[in-house]
């Protein structure tokens, strides 16, 4: 997975630096749903030189090319998920964790398409359920 994201990032010029690997490697295969302060946040003790610029234009690089999904769950902030296969999210107003949600059913078949799409060519389906999480709900 880093070694396409390696080669769109040479594509498009940018050159790979050990602070843009950083990124790739703490992307991959990241189910926390991070935004970009949490990356930095994340990698600035081993990464001093590491910048919020660096986190931006390498998490708009590969969300541009398909490569990270843009969840655009609450208004301060985007989240990334490195998991770009058809999913929804559930996103606890409590904690602001967001969770992974699978369809149970055939992969990226909505169950119930509204009449006014008709004609309209569905290009993705993103559901956000807003919950209070098990954790939470507990407390
Ligand atoms: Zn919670
Ligand atoms: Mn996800």
Redesign the pocket.
């Known amino acids: 997975m880093i070694d396409i994201q390696v080669r769109k990032l040479k594509e498009l010029g940018l050159k790979i630096t050990p602070q843009r690997l950083a990124v790739l490697d703490f992307l991959d295969g990241n189910t926390s749903h991070p935004s970009a302060a949490d990356i930095y946040l994340s990698l600035r003790k081993e990464y001093p030189s590491m910048s919020m610029a660096t986190v931006y234009n390498t998490v708009d690089v590969l969300a541009k090319n398909g490569l990270l999904l843009e969840l655009p769950i609450t208004k301060d902030r985007m989240n990334y998920d490195p998991d770009t296969s058809e999913h929804d999210h559930a996103f606890?107003?409590?904690?602001?964790?967001i969770f992974d949600v699978f369809p149970d059913g055939a992969a990226g078949v909505p169950a119930t398409r509204a009449a006014e799409l008709d004609g309209f060519r569905v290009v993705a389906v993103r559901k956000v359920y807003y919950?209070?999480?098990?954790?939470?709900?507990g407390k």
């Open positions: 606890c107003s409590r904690c602001g964790r919950v209070v999480c098990k954790d939470c709900e």
